[in-house]
């Protein structure tokens, strides 16, 4: 078992940034990929960037350019830089890791910190 807990959330003016980190902790064996995700109110859930074990990165094009996503493998941290940030990126931001262990992979999620733009 695997447990994510994120935290960084909170309230900044548009503009403003915001750094979230997703700490694993747990029976780690093998961390393949770690995602961010948010949901907005009355939104589907959205991958918003994604990390690879070998630091290959992907993003959402809606944040392409402000946001940045690393790790730290001594840590099992995953980090989210958000710049730039824009009343629509409001919404709850999870973490989503992916181990992998002679069963196959399994997905944890966390329980999602909140993230609120204002204008």
């Known amino acids: 078992q695997v447990t994510p807990v994120e935290s960084g959330g909170g309230l900044v003016q548009a503009g403003g940034s915001l750094r979230l980190s997703c700490a694993a902790s747990?029976?780690?064996?093998?961390?393949?990929?770690v995602g961010w995700y948010r949901q907005a109110p009355g939104k589907q859930r959205e991958l918003v960037a994604g990390?690879?074990?070998?630091?290959?990165?992907n993003y959402a094009d809606s944040v392409k350019g402000r946001f940045t996503i690393s790790r730290d493998n001594a840590k099992n941290t995953v980090y989210l830089q958000m710049n730039s940030l824009k009343p629509e990126d409001t919404a709850v931001y999870s973490c989503?890791?992916?181990?992998?262990?002679?069963?196959?992979?399994?997905?944890?999620w966390g329980q999602g910190t909140q993230v609120t733009v204002s204008s």
């Open positions: 990390i690879t074990s070998g630091g290959r990165t």
């Open positions: 747990g029976s780690i064996v093998s961390i393949s990929q």
């Open positions: 989503n890791v992916v181990q992998t262990t002679n069963l196959g992979l399994t997905a944890y």
